[in-house]
């Protein structure tokens, strides 16, 4: 079991940026893969990024480019910059981690609005 906490959502104009972070409860050294999931409103939750232990990362077709993640094991926490950002990039952003199980967090609101 670990336990993930999100945090550094918040309303940010278009093309702005944000970056949000992942704590884990222990060390993700071990962690399969972290990764960052979004859902808006009357959607279903997507897979917008991950990172394996081996460090090879994944992206939504829709976030290539903008969006980075990356890992620091030594702090236990996941990253998801996002850069360039555009209103459909509005959602409820997720960490996840697989590892046998799998854990979720509670979710930051990212929302991007003129």
């Known amino acids: 079991q670990v336990q993930l906490v999100e945090s550094g959502g918040g309303l940010v104009q278009p093309g702005g940026s944000l970056r949000l972070s992942c704590a884990a409860s222990r060390s993700i050294f071990s962690i399969d893969a972290m990764g960052w999931y979004r859902q808006a409103p009357g959607k279903e939750r997507e897979l917008v990024a991950q990172?394996?232990?081996?460090?090879?990362?994944d992206y939504a077709d829709s976030v290539k480019g903008r969006f980075t993640i990356s890992r620091d094991n030594a702090k236990n926490t996941v990253y998801l910059q996002m850069n360039s950002l555009k209103p459909e990039d509005t959602a409820v952003y997720y960490c996840?981690?697989?590892?046998?199980?799998?854990?979720w967090g509670q979710g930051t609101q990212v929302t991007v609005s003129s």
């Open positions: 996840n981690a697989k590892y046998g199980g799998s854990s």
């Open positions: 990172i394996t232990g081996g460090g090879s990362t």
